[in-house]
Nanobody, 124 residues
């Protein structure tokens, strides 16, 4: 079975930084796209950033452009999300996901496999 395991979440002050990691094991060769989504209590799951695993092409939510950076390590089968200038509204459970393609406006239903998530809490 495919596993996606996130790590790196935690509690930070507003203005601080975190780097999330998502390690993928099992079946990975058919995946072309990976992404980070987040969900806060009472809110819908939303895109944070996504990346084409082979080419490195990226997509970002408008709310995180200039603050967050998604990257991948093709050898380690790992994606990362560097989050700078964190704000309280960034507080959420962050999940990584894998899918078969990367569209111009990635949506959650385009991704097939999901991790369990890691909590990010930003205090003011």
């Amino acid at each position: 079975q495919v596993q996606l395991v996130e790590s790196g979440g935690g509690l930070v002050q507003a203005g601080g930084s975190l780097r999330l990691s998502c390690a993928v094991s099992g079946r990975t060769f058919s995946w072309a796209a990976m992404g980070w989504f987040r969900q806060a209590p009472g809110k819908d799951r939303e895109l944070v950033a996504a990346i084409a695993f082979i080419t490195g092409s990226t997509r970002y939510a408008d709310s995180v452009k200039g603050r967050f950076t998604i990257s991948r390590d093709n050898v380690k089968n790992t994606i990362y999300l560097r989050m700078n200038s964190l704000q309280p509204e960034d507080t959420a459970v962050y999940c990584c996901a894998a899918g078969s393609l990367l569209t111009s406006r990635p949506a959650p239903d385009e991704f097939d496999s999901w991790g369990q998530g890691t909590q990010v809490t930003v205090s003011s």
